[in-house]
């Protein structure tokens, strides 16, 4: 009786261990990682990403979508390409490279992103464009496209 006490303690202690081994080496996915920075989720379309690079001390970040895709939001068609590149703090977003908004018919780059309260503020160039931060809850759903677009796109 006493053996098969001592193996239920030590399987009972491997699997705890086992439990807190996984705990520490499972990593945040990119969708947690804009949360833990203040961010909404909404702000990568769903279910693309597929890994990411992050420095946290330097904050550069590199995030890799399963390929280029382009959605429609708050009545502006967004594009992704399929790696997004920039730095991350605290409710900014800045350098970024890899996405656009068109915009009066052309493709501007999106270069920073900042929250501010309740609100999410977009820059690409001189413009800057204000949003509820309930509108990105949900992270929206991409419309893919052959990468003959995108080349299409860079010669218009």
């Known amino acids: 009786m006493e053996s098969a006490t001592t193996l239920a303690a030590i399987l009972c202690t491997i699997l705890i261990h086992s439990t807190l081994i996984n705990s520490f080496t499972e990593f945040p996915t990119a969708y947690e990682v804009l949360e833990d920075y203040s961010f909404p989720v909404g702000l990568l379309p769903d279910g693309v990403v597929k890994g ?3 420095n946290q001390i330097t904050g550069e970040f590199s995030a890799y979508l399963n390929g280029t895709c ?3 939001e708050g009545g502006y068609q967004v594009k992704y390409e399929s790696k997004i590149t920039g ?3 605290n409710s900014k977003l800045s350098g970024l490279k890899g ?16 929250r501010h309260g309740n609100h999410v503020h977009f820059f690409s160039g001189v413009a800057a464009e204000k ?3 309930r509108d990105f809850d949900e992270s929206p759903l ?14 218009a």
């Open 87 to 89: 730095f991350i703090s």
């Open 142 to 155: 991409c419309v893919w496209h052959e990468p003959e677009a995108d080349l299409l796109d860079q010669q």
């Open 52 to 54: 990411y690079d992050l």
């Open 70 to 72: 382009r959605l429609f």
């Open 131 to 133: 949003f509820h931060i």
């Open 99 to 114: 996405v656009s908004v068109l915009f009066f018919n052309k493709w501007r780059k999106i270069g920073q992103i900042l």
